[in-house]
């Protein structure tokens, strides 16, 4: 979408590289800080605002499927 400054259009590519590595068994820190988040609780905010569920969330919906 070029509607999206460039900080958006960053984090959702760093939020989508780490579904990609919690779908292949990554923890949720090490995904976190595989795409450059230190902060966990900074992740699973931004996480939330892209996804709409939290990691957690996520991978229980993945394991339950």
Not at 41 to 54: A, C, H, L, S
């Amino acid at each position: 979408n070029l509607n999206t400054n460039f900080t958006s259009y960053y984090n959702k590519v760093r939020i989508n590289k780490a579904i990609e590595l919690l779908e292949t068994g990554s923890s949720i820190k090490d995904a976190a800080l595989a795409v450059g988040y230190q902060n966990l609780n900074y992740f699973y905010t931004r996480f939330k605002q892209e996804v709409g569920i939290t990691p957690r969330e996520y991978i229980d919906n993945k394991s339950a499927n």
